[in-house]
Structures are given as C-alpha cells and as structure tokens.
C-alpha cells in the first residue's frame, strides 16, 4: 500500500474524489483585440473613444478596454472638448473634420464617433504607430 494516506469513502469501496479539484478548469485571459475600438458601420467606421479633456497634451494615450484613448487639451465645457475630440480624430485619420460625427456620449468620457469614407483596416494601420 502507499505511504500516503487518502480518504475512504463510507461504502469502503475505494477513496473519496474530490469532486472541487476535478471542476475546475483553467481561467484564460485573452488579449484585448487591437480592433475592439472600431466597429465597422455601412459607408465607415465607428470609433469607441475614452476621452480625457484637460489633457496637458492632445494625442492618443492608449487602449482603454474596447476603447482607444484620446486626451485633448480643451476643457469639457460648452462642447470644447468634443470639438477638440473630432479635429483631433480627423488629424489622426487624415479625413475631413466633415467626415467625422459624435453619434453618443456627448457628455460622457465614453464617446462613439463616426468616421466616413474610411475602412477599419486603413484606421487601424493610422492608429498603429500610436499604440
């Protein structure tokens, strides 16, 4: 017999299973995917914004989550910030300020944009040096 020593089951039939240690099954953290901030709409894309106003610097500050980052230097009042939000976008992507529109969030930190005549892959490939 074994040294070590395990629990008999009451029937005496053989050791007790512990049922916990066989359920469990391993956590697997998966990587946020690099698209998960745009969402491709008929005509563009939309692009899933966590805003920072009062930024000291106006640029991309990272991966939030399912959202990219954008700190601006205006403030969050009367719209600046927004304002601020699609130049921004619209320098970034190298579109029109006209091509881009605030569709939710107007004041929240969460912002969903919409960016016309431009597809995911050629704003992921703008967004890429960034991030």
């Known amino acids: 017999m074994s040294s070590a020593k395990s629990k008999i089951s009451k029937t005496g039939k053989g050791p007790i299973k512990d049922k916990a240690k066989e359920n469990i099954n391993p956590i697997t953290i998966a990587e946020p ?8 709409v008929p005509g563009g894309i939309d692009l899933l914004v966590r805003a920072q106003p009062g930024a000291k610097k106006s640029g991309v500050l ?15 009042e009367d719209g600046k910030a927004n304002e601020a939000l ?15 529109g605030l569709v939710s969030g107007k004041s ?24």
Do not use: N, T, W
């Open 62 to 76: 990272g991966l939030v989550g399912d959202s990219i980052k954008l700190g601006v230097s205006a403030p969050p």
């Open 33 to 40: 995917s690099p698209m998960a901030f745009i969402v491709v």
């Open 108 to 131: 929240a930190r969460g912002k969903r944009f919409r960016i016309l005549a431009i597809s995911a892959q050629e704003a992921l490939s703008r967004f890429h040096p960034y991030l």
């Open 86 to 100: 699609v130049e921004l976008i619209a320098d970034l992507l190298s579109v029109r300020k006209s091509c881009v």
